[in-house]
């Protein structure tokens, strides 16, 4: 049997994903030790990210070749609207900080850039181009989610355990699963040189996923502080 282009992907992204469980926000996830302010922008940032990421799910499913891929995207659009988001709402809660207020947050430069480019790529080519740009992130978070899950006393006190448990859930699975499927599938036909420019975009977004983590760790949100 040939080898399965996530096979191919996986080989390329290893160093890079290994790379983001040596990272200090994320080690701090798995050990509770990360401080609040930090994971307080991760919970903002990653909210405006993930009302641009739901776009891409939109766009796959216009996108989509056939009714049973419109139907996988429909149902990882509702995955992250009403699954995902409600834990980084959950947690707000907990910090006193509203749904609204999350909606308001200013995009920093990175998430602007991350966003932009996957949108960029998405709304240019067809729907491969939608599952490549999407898969890094979600195949991503879920790596983390069951790594640090492993880790001693990662599930038992620890402010972040929900963090955990999301990202290391059956649902999840299930949700980067289908995306990896979806990848196989758009794959196949596919010439090598056009398999390259796939594998570009995912090799490309592990390395925003790192910039993402790094953005965090920094609070950082442009170089210039200015009213908007
Ligand atoms: C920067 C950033 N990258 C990846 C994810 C994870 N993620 C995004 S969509 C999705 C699947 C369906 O909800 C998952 C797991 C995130 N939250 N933030």
Same mark, same amino acid.
């Given at each position: 049997?040939?080898?399965?282009?996530?096979?191919?992907?996986?080989?390329?992204?290893?160093?890079?994903?290994?790379?983001?469980?040596?990272?200090?926000?994320?080690?701090?996830?798995?050990?509770?030790?990360?401080?609040?302010?930090?994971?307080?922008?991760?919970?903002?940032?990653?909210?405006?990210?993930?009302?641009?990421?739901?776009?891409?799910?939109?766009?796959?499913?216009?996108?989509?070749?056939?009714?049973?891929?419109?139907?996988?995207?429909?149902?990882?659009?509702?995955?992250?609207?009403?699954? !995902?988001? &409600? =834990?980084? *709402?959950?947690?707000?809660?907990?910090?006193?900080? +509203?749904?609204? #207020?999350?909606?308001?947050?200013?995009?920093?430069?990175?998430?602007?850039?991350?966003?932009?480019?996957?949108?960029?790529?998405?709304?240019?080519?067809?729907?491969?181009?939608?599952?490549?740009?999407?898969?890094?992130?979600?195949?991503?978070?879920?790596?983390?989610?069951?790594?640090?899950?492993?880790?001693?006393?990662?599930?038992?006190?620890?402010?972040?355990?929900?963090?955990?448990?999301?990202?290391?859930?059956?649902?999840?699975?299930?949700?980067?699963?289908?995306?990896?499927?979806?990848?196989?599938?758009?794959?196949?036909?596919?010439? !090598?040189? &056009? =398999?390259? *420019?796939?594998?570009?975009?995912?090799?490309?977004? +592990?390395?925003? #996923?790192?910039?993402?983590?790094?953005?965090?760790?920094?609070?950082?949100?442009?170089?210039?502080?200015?009213?908007?």
């Amino acid at each position: 049997m040939s080898q399965l282009f996530t096979d191919r992907l996986w080989n390329k992204v290893e160093p890079i994903w290994n790379s983001y469980l040596e990272h200090p926000f994320v080690k701090g996830l798995g050990d509770g030790t990360l401080e609040q302010e930090k994971f307080k922008h991760w919970l903002k940032q990653d909210y405006v990210y993930l009302i641009e990421y739901s776009r891409l799910f939109a766009l796959g499913a216009s996108k989509s070749e056939d009714l049973e891929m419109m139907t996988t995207f429909a149902k990882l659009l509702h995955g992250v609207l009403d699954v !995902e988001m &409600e =834990l980084h *709402r959950n947690y707000a809660a907990d910090f006193g900080i +509203s749904a609204e #207020e999350l909606e308001q947050t200013e995009p920093s430069a990175i998430t602007t850039a991350y966003t932009s480019y996957m949108l960029n790529l998405s709304q240019r080519g067809g729907v491969e181009n939608v599952v490549a740009s999407v898969l890094a992130c979600e195949w991503s978070y879920l790596f983390i989610g069951s790594s640090l899950a492993k880790w001693p006393g990662a599930l038992e006190d620890n402010f972040y355990r929900s963090w955990v448990e999301m990202y290391s859930s059956a649902e999840f699975t299930e949700l980067a699963e289908s995306s990896k499927q979806l990848m196989n599938k758009v794959a196949e036909r596919k010439s !090598e040189q &056009e =398999l390259a *420019r796939l594998e570009e975009i995912v090799v490309r977004t +592990s390395q925003l #996923e790192y910039m993402f983590w790094d953005m965090v760790e920094g609070k950082e949100g442009w170089p210039v502080q200015v009213e908007t």
